[in-house]
């Protein structure tokens, strides 16, 4: 709730905040159900004591593509201090460690300017506009397509 309840977290997010625990649950089913198909894996990003202040999810996994879908939300509380970027760079590096994928993609609100800087960091590359991609909370917006390449991840300075 801390992380998906807050409406600034959730503002380039294409779903609603969570209201309540009843949103959470539902969310945790939705998710368990993609997890047993095998096409989507979510972790909850915690600080040492356990508590969580994220998530990270690998979902839209086409195997016959070797591609999936990044996704990615940290409590507002944490934003800038460069978590993000340690989680969903060990994230990275575990998917191309454990699975047999050659890209991943990432779909951001071109106004996310945090996020984009994050993804860039990583070393994706920014490779087009979607023009009226999403939806969402009563606009139609843009989405920005990012992509990352096993070679060009494994060839990063260490």
């Known amino acids: 709730m801390a992380v998906n309840g807050d409406d600034a977290v959730t503002r380039f997010l294409p779903y609603a905040s ?28 915690t600080l040492p004591d356990g508590t969580p202040i994220g998530t ?34 060990a994230f990275v590096d575990r998917i191309f460690q454990d ?7 990432a779909e951001i609100d071109p106004r996310n300017a945090g996020s984009a800087r994050l993804l860039e960091k990583l070393g994706f590359v920014r490779e087009g506009l979607l023009r009226d991609r999403w939806r969402n909370k009563g606009e139609t917006t843009d989405a920005a397509l990012y992509g990352l390449l096993r070679p060009d991840w494994e060839a990063r300075p260490a």
Request: with cysteine; charged share 20%.
């Open 18 to 45: 969570w209201q309540s625990l009843a949103d959470a649950e539902a969310w945790h089913d939705r998710v368990l159900a993609y997890q047993k198909n095998g096409d989507t894996f979510q972790f909850v990003i």
């Open 56 to 89: 990270c999810l690998l979902f839209k996994l086409v195997e016959a593509s070797a591609r999936a879908e990044l996704g990615y939300a940290l409590a507002r509380a944490h934003w800038g201090s460069g978590l993000m970027y340690e989680a969903i760079h």
């Open 99 to 105: 699975l047999p994928l050659h890209r991943l993609e």
